[in-house]
């Protein structure tokens, strides 16, 4: 029976964010989009980029690994300017988001970043979202 619930409550958070935008709190134009199929964007309107991502979901935390800027296709594959991947940990509770700690990956590693969030920072969810990329 309690794996039963385990279950239910694991399937319910993955439907909850699955096809939703998340608005930031402090910076409301920047948002994430959960397309499904565990991918997602990161919209960030202060820069016009947007940062492909892929996402999982273990208990009530939600990894988001941002692999790729929409403009690294600007650029030569050695290019300093190039997106340099990182991951997010992020509290899942209601429809609210915490953002936890950053990792960067380095030399083929996750590195724990010294980068810390402010409390109001967190992201809500405003709405189901279109599923379509911005490729």
């Given at each position: 029976m309690l794996m039963l619930l385990l279950i239910v409550y694991l399937c319910g958070c993955k439907t909850q964010i699955n096809n939703t935008v998340w608005v930031n709190s402090v910076v409301n134009c920047n948002?994430?989009?959960f397309l499904g199929n565990n991918e997602a964007e990161y919209i960030n309107c202060e820069s016009g980029d947007?940062?492909?991502?892929t996402y999982s979901l273990k208990m009530d935390?939600?990894?988001?690994?941002?692999?790729?800027?929409?403009?690294?296709?600007?650029?030569?594959?050695n290019s300093l300017h190039l997106f340099k991947r990182y991951r997010t940990m992020n509290l899942l509770k209601g429809d609210h988001l915490y953002p936890l700690s950053i990792e960067d990956y380095e030399n083929d590693k996750w590195v724990k970043s010294s980068f810390t969030y402010?409390?109001?920072n967190y992201y809500?969810?405003?709405s189901k979202v279109n599923t379509e990329r911005h490729d």
């Open positions: 948002q994430y989009r947007t940062i492909f991502c935390t939600v990894v988001i690994d941002h692999l790729k800027s929409i403009f690294d296709n600007n650029f030569p594959a402010e409390k109001d809500s969810m405003e």
